[in-house]
T-cell receptor, first 113, second 112 residues
């Protein structure tokens, strides 16, 4: 079972920031938070990941709370092409799972004009 | 484009048949993963190979098998196909066994 909880769906206006929350209250110290997205049956696309600190790359920002029990993925200026299912995954990269990803149901983000 | 390639894009076959799906990882990646995505089950991990050796196994049926070749490409073999095997099959690759995974475009299998 996925170790994360995400809202099933969200809407965002084009050009506005999209803030996607994820709850991972049982996260352990070795577990990373990863975000992927899947655009309509295409292969999942890696977005960003982090352990403790906030992270930013060309696609998004990841804000992790100090207690690490939740995080928020921020798409600063959402476009119609950002409409997708977004998956938040916690993973112990060096644990027994050997890095395999456990996908939950994710959040379906709809960006509207 | 993730750099991971999968062939074929689409495959239509009949129940009881056998098919082979192929995956070429990103240049330099040693690890290959296979995932299945069906409508009712979501994305599920099947199996991982690292530098030619099986490294982790998920919910892979006994009718399914995989291997990774010396050139690091991988094949997923599905036999005695059933209607319920109709799904998208994704391959992902990573540099090592624990690094960020990058996914290919998938193979859509339809079993009639």
């Amino acid at each position: 079972d996925a170790k994360t909880t995400q809202p099933p769906s969200m809407d965002c206006a084009e050009g506005r920031a999209a803030n996607l929350p994820c709850n991972h209250s049982t996260i352990s110290g070795n577990e990373y938070v990863y975000w992927y997205r899947q655009i309509h049956s295409q292969g999942p696309q890696y977005i960003i990941h982090g352990l403790k600190n906030n992270e930013t790359n060309e696609m998004a920002s990841l804000i992790i709370t100090e207690d690490r029990k939740s995080s928020t993925l921020i798409l600063p200026h959402a476009t119609l092409r950002d409409t997708a299912v977004y998956y938040c995954i916690v993973i112990d990269r060096y644990g027994g799972s050997q890095g395999n990803l456990i996908f939950g149901k994710g959040t379906k983000l709809s960006v509207k004009p | 484009d993730s750099g991971v390639t999968q062939t074929p894009k689409h495959l239509i076959t009949a129940t009881g048949q056998r098919v082979t799906l192929r995956c070429s990882p990103r240049s330099g990646d040693l690890s290959v993963y296979w995932y299945q995505q069906s409508l009712d089950q979501g994305l599920q991990f099947l199996i991982q190979y690292y530098n030619g050796e099986e490294r982790a196994k998920g919910n892979i049926l006994e009718r399914f098998s995989a291997q990774q070749f010396p050139d690091l490409h991988s094949e997923l073999n599905l036999s005695s196909l059933e209607l319920g095997d109709s799904a998208l099959y994704f391959c992902a690759s990573s540099v090592g066994g624990e690094d960020t995974q990058y996914f290919g475009p998938g193979t859509r299998l339809t079993v009639l």
